[in-house]
């Protein structure tokens, strides 16, 4: 039963445009969320976080927005830069074990 | 800091054979954690530890086993391998549970 859920599989984006990846949760128990960025042949890299007390965080190019109501996050990144593409995956962590559960990831590809 | 460290980076094995793949972490982060990733899937999660002496089963457990005897180092075994356990296998570690570190990975193929 995957509680963490991105359903876009790729996404392709022009250079300067924004990116906007999706991911969707179903255990209202989750109170931290994640993005992780992933270069072929590496691991993943923490990229930004947010808590559930909040509903938006920003560094730099990269905001993620939290719709707690409808147990919805997304990660914004503009503008698209050629390095940012990747594979994106968003992870929720559970307080009472600080497990994550992971999506199956958003491959991006931004284009010249 | 080097970070997550793991060795080795890729291997091959036969089926029935085992190994250890190793992970050493100098952030002195009290939780580790080792994940497979299978193409086109997330990370599952296969043991995790929350300080030296203590490790738990994660969501795929079986064939697996770990040890946690020091802060630095969480390895994980392999007994009798089988072709299901070609994955990529991520260690990672955290100081308080939440944002996890993750290391390079270790790329196995067991034929």
């Known amino acids: 039963d995957q509680q963490v859920k991105q359903n876009s599989p790729s996404l392709s984006v022009q250079e300067g445009r924004i990116s906007i990846l999706n991911c969707d949760y179903t255990?209202?128990?989750?109170?931290?969320f994640l993005w992780y960025k992933k270069y072929p042949a590496e691991g993943p890299t923490f990229l930004i976080s947010?808590?559930?007390?909040?509903d938006k965080n920003e560094d730099g190019r990269f905001t993620v927005f939290l719709n707690k109501s409808a147990k919805h996050l997304s990660l914004h990144i503009v503008p698209s830069q050629p390095g940012d593409s990747a594979v994106y995956f968003c992870?929720?962590?559970?307080?009472?074990?600080?497990?994550?559960?992971f999506g199956a990831g958003t491959t991006v590809t931004v284009r010249a | 800091n080097a970070g997550v460290t793991q060795t080795p980076k890729f291997r091959i094995l036969k089926i029935g054979q085992s190994m250890t793949l190793q992970c050493t972490q100098d952030?002195?982060?009290?939780?580790m954690y080792w994940y497979r990733q299978d193409p086109g899937m997330g990370l599952k999660l296969i043991y995790y530890?929350?300080?030296?002496?203590?490790?738990d089963k994660g969501e795929v457990p079986n064939g697996y086993n770990v040890s946690r005897s020091t802060t630095e180092d969480f390895p994980l075994r392999l007994e009798l391998a089988a072709p299901s356990q070609t994955s990529v296998y991520f260690c990672?570690?955290?100081?308080?549970?939440?944002?996890?570190?993750f290391g390079p990975g270790t790329r196995l193929l067991v034929l």
């Open positions: 992870a929720a962590s559970d307080p009472k074990d600080y497990k994550l559960s």
């Open positions: 947010i808590s559930s007390i909040k």
């Open positions: 990672a570690s955290s100081f308080r549970g939440e944002t996890q570190y």
């Open positions: 952030m002195n982060h009290n939780y």
């Open positions: 530890s929350v300080g030296a002496g203590i490790t």
């Open positions: 255990n209202s128990m989750f109170d931290y």
